[in-house]
């Protein structure tokens, strides 16, 4: 196969773990016959810093014409201003609405030589397995939003905005994936409260019903899911929500199985390229340390490998040789609970080394 993939490091260890799935994709290529040529773009802060914009058309364009997107992180204090012009995440934003991303897929799995780095109990953790579906192009993000005058000052306003059929085609990819898992389907919502999380309700259990009879289906209000994620996470399989309660429900989730860095996400569309990245964020502190850990990134160019250009034993290969990597005993600062720890390179080379076994 050749492919073009579209590299955007971003900010903080953006770079970093960025470098680290570009190679273990090459290592997929040399051993697979693939042909994979890679075009490195800005996003984030250093787009801001060159060129103004957070997603310089040159960048939007790049990954309009691939036929995948890595991405590392974005932001970091140096455009945390809240009231500058523009900020890094808005890059992010309007990346997903070029590509037309709207479901933003995160497999949330405890490893099992990992879940002593919980910071829940083993008997909690042990076998978890979720996959959550977010919303990704739609309600507080990207309704109608602003500031007006108040007698105390102030008042700003963000708007939820969701169409049924935003919501049919996410309920339909989750169960979709639901119905090659384990069959069960859990929708969040705020029903009790929120008009737009009446209609998610409707919308949804018509879906399942109609169309995926096979699916054990459940709603959940968004408190009682953020307390059920805690203490009983074996008992959910595919979790389906909107924007707001996805992207706070999937980094909770992602202590789970202890670190962030473990973590990766794909953000898909109907059709065109998708992007893939670490959940984690461009984590200042560390960056230029060589002390990050890349398995999410690496992690995330398997779901690329298996989304995008549907390489599923490519994709295998890949989480196998991760798995062997762990297996082996080796780890990086996060996951090393006080005991030796390798580089971030280091670590992207192991998981090399394993790849071409």
């Known amino acids: 196969m050749d492919a073009k993939i579209v590299l955007l490091p971003g900010d903080g260890i953006g770079p970093e773990v960025v470098a680290e799935g570009q190679k273990a994709l090459n290592a997929v290529a040399r051993k697979f016959g693939h042909r994979f040529t890679f075009e490195t773009c800005l996003i984030g802060g250093c787009a801001i810093d060159a060129t103004g914009s957070a997603l310089p058309d040159a960048t939007a364009a790049a990954c309009k014409s691939s036929q995948a997107v890595l991405l590392g992180a974005v932001g970091g204090p140096k455009w945390d201003d809240p009231r500058a012009k523009t900020r890094p995440e808005a890059g992010l934003l309007k990346i997903r609405k070029e590509l037309q991303l709207f479901a933003n897929v ?53 708007t939820m905005i969701y169409n049924t059929s935003e919501i049919e085609r996410i309920t339909r990819m989750a169960a979709r994936a639901a119905q090659g898992r384990r069959k069960k389907l859990t929708q969040v919502d705020k029903a009790n409260v929120l008009e737009v999380s009446r209609l998610w309700r409707e919308v949804s259990q018509r879906i399942v019903r109609d169309e995926f009879p096979d699916v054990q289906y459940e709603v959940l209000l968004v408190d009682a899911m953020a307390m059920h994620l805690i203490s009983k996470p074996r008992s959910f399989d595919v979790i389906v929500t909107e924007n707001l309660f996805g992207d706070i429900l999937t980094d909770e989730g992602a202590m789970l199985p202890g670190s962030m860095g473990m973590l990766p996400s794909a953000s898909l569309g109907s059709s065109g390229p998708g992007l893939y990245e670490p959940i984690h964020g461009s984590a200042p502190d560390i960056a230029g340390k060589g002390i990050a850990n890349p398995l999410a990134t690496i992690l995330a160019a398997a779901m690329l490998l298996r989304h995008s250009l549907a390489l599923e ?16 005993g080796h780890r990086t600062s996060d996951i090393a609970a006080g005991s030796k720890s390798v580089s971030t390179s280091e670590m992207g080379s192991l998981v090399v080394a394993q790849l071409e076994k």
């Open 313 to 328: 034993t490519e994709a295998r290969a890949i989480e196998m040789a991760v798995d062997n990597v762990l297996n082996a």
């Open 106 to 158: 995160r497999p949330v799995r405890a490893y099992d030589v990992l879940v002593d780095a919980s910071p829940l109990k083993r008997e909690i953790v042990e076998g978890v397995d979720i996959l959550f579906f977010r919303e990704l192009t739609g309600g507080l993000y990207f309704g109608e939003s602003g500031r007006r005058p108040h007698p105390s000052g102030e008042e700003a306003f963000n």
